[in-house]
């Protein structure tokens, strides 16, 4: 099992910035690759960022791109998102999530842990 706990939300306004931070515990972290999705009231669950093992290769949603930047410390455990030019739109609870076949990938299927969520609320 790994438990996954992400922080780091709050209220910002547009054009701010936020660094949300997700600790692992559990197994081993530098075995999973890892990614961050995120969900808004009455939407479905989108993908943001993902990240591979080693950090060498990483993915980012069409929405975020040029704006959002995920990072890892396998030392620490962590994995970061940093989020700049915050728009109104990039309202929701995002959650940091495992992979342990390595992949970096946008499905969220391919998942097998999940963290409770973090609120993240931009205003205009």
């Known amino acids: 099992q790994v438990q996954l706990v992400e922080s780091g939300g709050g209220l910002v306004q547009a054009g701010g910035s936020l660094r949300l931070s997700c600790t692992t515990s559990?197994?081993?972290?530098?075995?999973?690759?890892m990614g961050w999705f995120r969900q808004a009231p009455g939407k479905e669950r989108e993908f943001v960022a993902a990240?591979?093992?080693?950090?060498?290769?990483?993915v980012y949603g069409d929405s975020v791109k040029g704006r959002f930047t995920i990072s890892r410390n396998n030392a620490k455990n962590t994995v970061y998102l940093q989020m700049n030019s915050l728009k109104p739109e990039d309202t929701a609870v995002y959650y940091c999530?495992?992979?342990?076949?390595?992949?970096?990938?946008?499905?969220?299927?391919?998942?097998?842990?999940w963290g409770q969520g973090t609120q993240v609320t931009v205003s205009s």
């Open positions: 559990g197994r081993t972290f530098s075995n999973y690759a």
């Open positions: 990240i591979s093992r080693g950090a060498g290769s990483t």
């Open positions: 999530a495992a992979e342990s076949s390595a992949l970096v990938t946008k499905n969220p299927r391919a998942y097998d842990y």
